[in-house]
């Protein structure tokens, strides 16, 4: 049976209005797809007695927490921005493995989404965890921020009572609720972009300085490919550094990989075909831009077996 999008908004609305039953209650919302249509469905809901929150990270793209927390609220959603890049700086720092940044970072989002909805009075958080988080944090495949009670942590331990409306559907189905709440394009098309943000694309330690560098060179491959259609496409800053030449001189630098793929479900994936000039154009961008930068290079790997992001 074909999925009814506007049936589920029906659904959902009223099961979480019963679940709230007239309660404060907070949405998180990192800007992606997922997280932005849980928050306008919650609002559509409860109204006045949602809050939108926004956790400044320290780990988004260039002017992202300005941009969501704009767009929220021009929509009438109340919204608060939560700085909190010092504490997730600080719970990453020294660490390497991707599964031990990926629960760090877990640990410290649940901690300041515990201390807000302490803060606010609220009963409930409500997210837009979708089945692909739980199908690849349940199958180790990665561990993903926000899945708990499916692999046996219990919210109440960040003292959360936990909601999530989207969690039976994947990609395609949430971008049509998106449409069925009548967002704009812009929203519910949007590129995924991951809860962890920019930390997902950092090979190794995770600091100020990689995510400043990164951010540079991710504003400019989305701003080059905005032409070229792809399910996701973003830059990546390798931990290993290469040798090159600034000035006559020799400079060991960065590494910058450039990936985009094709995808319905983000369960597997393709690379994008993208024409040699185009690529030709992000390089000489990034190395000019960003002198720190000695190579880029880019993703041939589909999924499987490669995953999408790279931590």
């Known amino acids: 049976m074909a999925f009814n999008a506007r049936k589920f908004v029906g659904e959902k609305t009223e099961e979480v209005r019963e679940q709230i039953g007239g309660k404060t209650a907070l949405c998180a919302t990192s800007g992606g797809v997922d997280s932005m249509v849980c928050a306008f469905l919650a ?53 390497e493995d991707p599964e031990d940044m990926r629960k760090a970072f877990r640990d410290t989002f649940y901690k300041t989404i515990g201390k807000t909805v302490r803060k606010y009075k609220a009963k409930f958080l409500i997210q837009g965890t979708i089945a692909a988080d739980v199908v690849e944090t349940k199958g180790k495949i990665k561990s993903q921020h926000n899945v708990l009670a499916q692999i046996g942590i219990n919210p109440r331990k960040y003292g959360l009572n936990v909601i999530e409306p989207l969690v039976t559907l994947f990609k395609p189905d949430v971008r049509k609720v998106g449409k069925a709440l009548r967002l704009p394009s ?19 330690e995770v600091t100020p300085a990689k995510v400043r560098l990164l951010r540079k060179a991710t504003a400019i491959v989305e701003r080059e490919m905005r032409k070229i259609s ?36 983000a ?22 831009q960003i002198p720190e930068v000695t190579k880029v290079l880019y993703d041939l790997s589909p999924k499987p077996p490669s995953t999408i992001e790279y931590i």
Do not use: C
């Open 43 to 95: 609002h559509r809901a409860l109204g006045k007695n949602l809050i939108a929150v926004f956790i400044d990270d320290g780990l988004m793209r260039e002017g992202e927490p300005q941009k969501v927390t704009s767009l929220l609220r021009s929509r009438g959603i109340r919204t608060v921005l939560v700085r909190a890049a010092d504490d997730f700086f600080r719970a990453l720092k020294g660490k």
């Open 186 to 204: 812009s929203i519910h098309q949007r590129m995924p972009f991951p809860g962890p943000g920019l930390a997902t694309r950092v090979v190794g």
């Open 230 to 265: 792809a399910f996701q496409t973003f830059a990546v800053l390798l931990n290993d550094r290469a040798t090159g030449i600034r000035k006559g001189k020799r400079a060991f630098g960065n590494i910058i990989v450039v990936r985009s793929v094709q995808s319905k479900n």
């Open 267 to 288: 369960m597997t994936a393709s690379p994008t075909r993208v024409p040699y000039a185009v690529l030709e154009k992000i390089q000489k961008k990034i190395t000019t």
